[in-house]
C-alpha cells in the first residue's frame, strides 16, 4: 500500500474512532445546582437517581465500588472545580 494511502486511510480510522473530550453533561438543573455547591466532602447523596460521591484531599485517582456488584468493579471519578 502506497505511504499517502495508508496515512490516509488511518487518519480517517482515527477521527471515526476519536470520541470527543467532554466532562460528564449535567442536563438536570437541580444536579448542576448541587454539584455546582459542593465546596468540600459531604456524605453521599442521590439528586434525581444519580449518586453523587465526595471526596476530600489530593488524589490521583478516586474510586468506588459496590456490594450489588460484590465489590468487583471499581468505578472512577472526576474532579470538580472545587477539587
Given at each position: 500500500m502506497k505511504p499517502r494511502l495508508a496515512t490516509i486511510l488511518a487518519c480517517s480510522l482515527a477521527l471515526l474512532s476519536a470520541r470527543p473530550l467532554?466532562?460528564?453533561d449535567v442536563n438536570s438543573l437541580q444536579l448542576h445546582?448541587?454539584?455546582a455547591?459542593?465546596?468540600?466532602?459531604?456524605p453521599p447523596a442521590?439528586?434525581?437517581?444519580?449518586?453523587?460521591?465526595?471526596?476530600?484531599?489530593?488524589?490521583?485517582?478516586v474510586g468506588a465500588a459496590f456490594s450489588f456488584e460484590d465489590w468487583r468493579t471499581v468505578h472512577a471519578f472526576e474532579r470538580n472545580r472545587s477539587g
Amino acid at each position: 500500500m502506497k505511504p499517502r494511502l495508508a496515512t490516509i486511510l488511518a487518519c480517517s480510522l482515527a477521527l471515526l474512532s476519536a470520541r470527543p473530550l467532554s466532562a460528564f453533561d449535567v442536563n438536570s438543573l437541580q444536579l448542576h445546582l448541587h454539584l455546582a455547591a459542593l465546596t468540600s466532602a459531604e456524605p453521599p447523596a442521590i439528586v434525581e437517581e444519580h449518586l453523587v460521591l465526595s471526596v476530600q484531599g489530593d488524589y490521583r485517582f478516586v474510586g468506588a465500588a459496590f456490594s450489588f456488584e460484590d465489590w468487583r468493579t471499581v468505578h472512577a471519578f472526576e474532579r470538580n472545580r472545587s477539587g
